[in-house]
């Protein structure tokens, strides 16, 4: 098979610049046995992403963030063609279509809404990754 076929190991780093989401959500990976980092705005994410010595195989990053929002974090990753697989998913508040539209434009991989994060995020995790979405494992 050419990807994983399951969660397990799966290095995810997740950046969100609220705590509380952080940690639900890192709690929620974990139970899947991801492997997660937080970083509290898009440039820490990106220190722990270029500094990491273990790749990721995902990033989580919210859209608004002081410092560095989700759509500088994702211009600066999708410049360094060694991260042009890398799976991205913008994770945000936001319905607004333009926000969409942008984020795609971007090079992001799946936009989930986070009140919608339980029936939607692990989907489009496993999506992202090449799991199959089906499989309840």
């Known amino acids: 098979p050419a990807g994983p076929v399951t969660l397990e190991g799966q290095h995810v780093l997740l950046i969100d610049d609220d705590t509380v989401i952080r940690n639900t959500l890192e709690r929620h990976l974990r139970s899947s046995k991801c492997i997660v ?12 992403l270029v500094n990491s010595m273990m790749d990721f195989n995902l990033v989580i ?11 500088e974090f994702v211009t600066e990753v999708r410049k360094q063609s060694k991260y042009d697989n890398l799976p991205i998913i913008m994770f945000t508040a936001s319905l607004h279509m333009a926000d969409v539209r942008k984020a795609i434009s ?32």
Not at 37 to 48: T, V
Not at 61 to 71: E, K, R, S
Not at 115 to 129: F, G, V, Y
Request: net charge negative; aromatic share 6%; charged share 25%.
């Open 37 to 48: 980092e937080q970083a509290k705005n898009g440039a820490i994410g990106l220190e722990r």
């Open 61 to 71: 990053v919210d859209l608004h963030m002081p410092i560095m929002n989700g759509f």
């Open 106 to 137: 971007l090079g992001i991989n799946g936009y989930v809404i986070k009140r919608e994060w339980k029936n939607c995020l692990m989907p489009e995790i496993k999506r992202s990754l090449g799991i199959p979405v089906d499989d309840e494992a």
